[in-house]
Nanobody
Framework: QVQLVESGGGLVQPGGSLRVSCAAS????????MGWYRQAPGNQRELVAV???????NYADSVKGRFTISRDNAKNTVYLQMNSLQPEDTAVYYC????????????WGQGTQVTVSS
């Protein structure tokens, strides 16, 4: 059974930092590209950042220079370090795993709430 379990969300003041984590089980972690998406109320889910199996990264323009995605293949975990957070970053953040060859093998976590407010 595939599980993606996010953790680390919470409330942070504008300008602050937060790191969210996603622990994966039930998949061959190295064979998957890992991504973080977010969805704010009334908005569609959007890509925040993705890291491929070989460590290449890609970011949404809105978070470039502020967020960093990384992965630890030994721990089957992907991280999203978020700095200089702004109220518009408030959303539920979801972890995604997509197989690099068989793209129909696509899994989602339950999400973790990140709220940026003073």
């Amino acid at each position: 059974q595939v599980q993606l379990v996010e953790s680390g969300g919470g409330l942070v003041q504008p300008g602050g930092s937060l790191r969210v984590s996603c622990a994966a089980s039930g998949i061959t972690f190295r064979a998957y590209a890992m991504g973080w998406y977010r969805q704010a109320p009334g908005n569609q889910r959007e890509l925040v950042a993705v890291i491929t199996s070989d460590g290449s990264t890609n970011y949404a323009d809105s978070v470039k220079g502020r967020f960093t995605i990384s992965r630890d293949n030994a721990k089957n975990t992907v991280y999203l370090q978020m700095n200089s957070l702004q109220p518009e970053d408030t959303a539920v953040y979801y972890c995604n795993a997509r197989h690099v060859v068989s793209s129909w093998l696509d899994y989602w976590g339950q999400g973790t709430q990140v709220t940026v407010s003073s």
